[in-house]
Nanobody, 119 residues
């Protein structure tokens, strides 16, 4: 069992910035990739960014150049730095972690934090 605790959401003006931290606890041994997804009203959850334990990151095309994902492996914490925010970034942002147990990958989710970008 892995617990993910997110914070940092809120209401910001277009062009502003937010930083979202997510800390993993519980059965953290074997955690590999961590990342962020988001779900806008009426939309399905989509990948925003993911980072491996080795620091390799991937981003959705819509956030490249604006968002940066990073992690502190010692603290089992992942961060999403969000710059140049746009109204279309408005969504509930969910932290995600992948834990490898033997050869089985298990996925865990945080409860989400609301990000609202006003125009």
């Amino acid at each position: 069992q892995v617990q993910l605790v997110e914070s940092g959401g809120g209401l910001v003006q277009a062009g502003g910035s937010l930083r979202l931290p997510c800390a993993a606890s519980g059965s953290i041994f074997g955690i590999n990739a961590m990342g962020w997804y988001r779900q806008a009203p009426g939309k399905q959850r989509e990948l925003v960014a993911v980072i491996t334990s080795g620091g390799s990151a991937n981003y959705a095309d819509s956030v490249k150049g604006r968002f940066t994902i990073s992690r502190d492996n010692a603290k089992n914490t992942v961060y999403l730095q969000m710059n140049s925010l746009k109204p279309e970034d408005t969504a509930v942002y969910y932290c995600n972690a992948e834990r490898v147990v033997l050869t089985i990958n298990r996925v865990y989710w945080g409860q989400g934090t609301q990000v609202t970008v006003s125009s």
